[in-house]
């Protein structure tokens, strides 16, 4: 059994997803989707060193043996199974919003720890995406964790869910599911300061631009939800999420 280490990581290096079998100290070939990022982009090259990681926790130090214009092939040295993730599991349930805004909520949510990715089609949404659309948006989104997962050391890939409208997503919960459930709201009383720390994770759900209708917030309060404030300012869509991970993270995660 590999022993698992917590670190941060020593110095910039080029991280690189390989979801495929990697094999320790043998040679592997990148994706092809990569080698134009790592030739023309970071213009790498032979004797350069890279670190390739699985999405499932393990990293492997590697050095570019070779490159073409259409492939790079990679020397793996060790396996190591190194653990950067939070001690706090979020999920992350997030109405779809417009523009880049989703993507930037879903690429800083990664940086920040979250587990997991659940977008909602609510009734303020202004973006409706159904059936093709939705799941090229979910790939686009899932290309965008990797990416981040890339940047910021994560080795565990989180997953991002398919599109659901909200009140379907709802009906999948239990009723007396374990965990704190949040739902953020400028209007509510409750600050999350005054929280506790839960016994388990978090599901933390988001509005879009406009917010949640009172129908929808009814329906979240029934399925267990607490609605929190996060102060006297009303947040943009973009903002909110993200300032509830920090504060979870310095309160109950690894800030």
Not at 43 to 62: C, K
Not at 63 to 87: G, H, Q, Y
Not at 113 to 135: N, T
Not at 166 to 171: C, E, G, R, V
Request: aromatic share 6%; with cysteine; hydrophobic share 45%.
């Amino acid at each position: 059994m590999r022993k698992v280490e917590t670190a941060i990581l020593p110095r910039i290096m080029t991280r690189l997803y390989f979801p495929d079998d990697i094999p320790a100290h043998g040679e592997c070939t990148l994706p092809e989707a990569q080698v134009h990022h790592v030739v023309h982009v970071l213009r790498l090259a032979a004797g350069d060193a890279v670190t390739l990681f699985d999405g499932r926790g393990t990293e492997y130090p590697a050095t570019i043996l070779r490159t073409s214009k259409r492939a790079v092939v990679v020397r793996i040295a060790n396996a190591r199974t190194v653990d950067r993730e939070s001690p706090l599991h979020v999920t992350l349930v997030q109405a779809v919003s417009s523009g880049e805004r989703m993507d930037y909520t879903i690429q800083k949510a990664v940086e920040l720890g979250v587990s997991h990715v659940q977008p909602v089609i609510s009734q303020r949404s202004v973006v409706r995406l159904k059936s093709e659309r939705a799941e090229k948006r979910v790939a686009h989104w899932q290309y965008i964790v990797i990416a981040a997962c890339e940047q910021c050391g994560r080795n565990t890939v989180p997953e991002v869910a398919s599109v659901l409208p909200f009140a379907n997503w709802l009906a999948t919960l239990p009723a007396d599911g374990a965990g704190s459930r949040l739902l953020l709201s400028p209007h509510a009383d409750q600050p999350l300061a005054a929280m506790i720390k839960p016994a388990q994770g978090v599901t933390l759900l988001a509005g879009p631009e406009g917010g949640f209708d009172d129908a929808e917030i009814e329906m979240a309060l029934t399925r267990g939800f607490i609605a929190l404030s996060l102060g006297p300012r009303v947040l943009r869509t973009e903002t909110a999420a993200l300032a509830a991970l920090v504060a979870l993270q310095t309160k109950w995660g690894d800030f």
